[in-house]
């Protein structure tokens, strides 16, 4: 063993992967619900994010929600009763019915699918996008022609084939539920995420490419569907001068002093967008030469850049492997890992992450299936096996990570960590 040169001085904040960065306008906004005394889930700031929301993505209709994974929650819901029908008043909208899944994404995209009792089955990972593979969806619904809903995320803000995701959809007859969490302002065709699915969700979690600390929407073209949504959102409750409840309800409204951070974000959407960009075009001069790639932009997509990522050649990694909580590697000259870049940018206190660990290697979805381009249905077991050869998500994972892409990270810091990549390569 040998250790590799390190860089010695750390800078003294940290380079977040992604923070909230704030202009001053989202105070405002809070300060007027406050001073207005709209201190509760109505008002004029929710009102205008909803209004802001459709326009921005494209859509007729906006519900504001207390976050992006409540959002997706209803979207699954709606879709489970609009195709199943009203369930028992104790069983999910999709119980017991298959939901092809994209498989490479947090798993906040198809935690709903399984809150309403529906079984995630996984769709593999098109190596050109790092999306849902459309052709392994294409074999998916071979093998599972009753399937009706697919949920598909677009990954880091770099869109994939939403188009085609969406086209095989509606050829089969099923619904798509697109979680546009990270892709709030990327485009495919000049056409907004967000605006593809039959229902779809956006986030302003802390970590987006804007934030209001928390909150999420559902988009729809559909005044029923977003009546329903803001109905559900709100207890449920009957049109009675008391409480009257013929349905389920949740406690999944925005609150507008929330609203009133959004509100003041979405003026820099744009802003925030360039800035990424320019982050992601850096370290594609800065790693130029470096065994690696960065993520990929498919053609007629603009990305929002949320994430920038990178991947290892197969040939320039050195050995690494991971059980369900650690990873060890052997550094290699002229080789490296995942495992000992994000160790050298942490070294410098600036902060990297893994790619999202495949679904279907997840310890609690390793019974369930995940559907390749091949057509072949594999559990965890067999996965394994197969990694690197049919397995594309396990693969990117095993060999890629993401850099810190902070739109605070300042140029000259970005070179400092630029350089430690170059470091492991050494
Ligand atoms: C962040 C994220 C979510 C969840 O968003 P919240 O607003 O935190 O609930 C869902 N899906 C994806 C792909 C995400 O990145």
């Not at 699915?197 to 490419?209: F, L, T, V």
Request: aromatic content about 10%.
């Amino acid at each position: 063993m040998f250790a590799k040169k390190k860089s010695t001085k750390s800078f003294n904040h940290k380079v977040f992967l992604s923070s909230p960065t704030m202009h001053g306008e989202e105070f405002k906004y809070m300060k007027e619900a406050y001073d207005t005394n709209w201190m509760s889930t109505v008002g004029e700031n929710i009102n205008e994010v909803e209004r802001i929301a459709a326009e921005k993505a494209g859509v007729k209709y906006a519900v504001a929600l207390c976050n992006c994974t409540s959002a997706l929650h209803l979207c699954c819901k709606l879709a489970g009763e609009r195709l199943y029908g009203k369930p028992a008043i104790s069983h999910g909208a999709l119980e017991g019915k298959r939901v092809f899944c994209s498989d490479m994404t947090f798993d906040a995209t198809l935690n709903p699918v399984v809150y309403e009792g529906g079984i995630p089955v996984f769709i593999d990972t098109e190596r050109e996008s790092w999306n849902m593979d459309p052709i392994a969806l294409e074999k998916a619904f071979e093998l599972y022609p009753d399937v009706k809903l697919v949920v598909c995320a677009e990954l880091y803000g770099f869109p994939g084939r939403i188009d085609l995701i969406r086209d095989i959809c509606h050829k089969h007859g099923a619904l798509l539920i697109e979680d546009a969490a990270e892709a709030m302002g990327a485009t495919f065709n000049g056409q907004q995420c967000g605006s593809f699915g039959d229902y779809a969700a956006i986030s302003y979690n802390g970590n987006k490419i804007i934030t209001g600390s928390s909150g999420g929407c559902l988009l729809t073209n559909d005044l029923e569907v977003a009546n329903k949504a803001r109905k559900w959102s709100t207890q449920a409750r009957e049109y009675a001068p008391w409480y009257q409840h013929e349905e389920v309800g949740y406690n999944y409204r925005m609150s507008n002093v929330i609203a009133g951070v959004i509100r003041g974000q979405y003026k820099y959407l744009e802003e925030h967008i360039a800035q990424k960009k320019t982050i992601y075009n850096r370290y594609v001069e800065g790693l130029k030469g470096l065994p690696i790639k960065m993520n990929p932009i498919v053609d007629n997509t603009e990305p929002n850049y949320w994430l920038s990522a990178l991947i290892i050649d197969k040939e320039a990694m050195c050995k690494q492997v991971r059980d369900d909580s650690e990873a060890l590697y052997i550094p290699e000259h002229g080789k490296s890992c995942p495992t000992e870049i994000l160790e050298a940018i942490a070294s410098l206190n600036a902060e990297g992450r893994p790619i999202w660990k495949p679904m279907h290697m997840q310890p609690m979805y390793r019974l369930h299936e995940c559907i390749g381009r091949n057509g072949t249905i594999r559990c965890r077991t067999n996965a394994y096996i197969a990694g690197g050869v049919n397995d594309v998500g396990a693969d990117i994972f095993d060999r890629g990570l993401c850099l810190p892409s902070d739109n605070k990270m300042t140029p000259e810091e970005q070179d400092r960590i630029i350089k430690v990549i170059r470091m492991c390569f050494e």
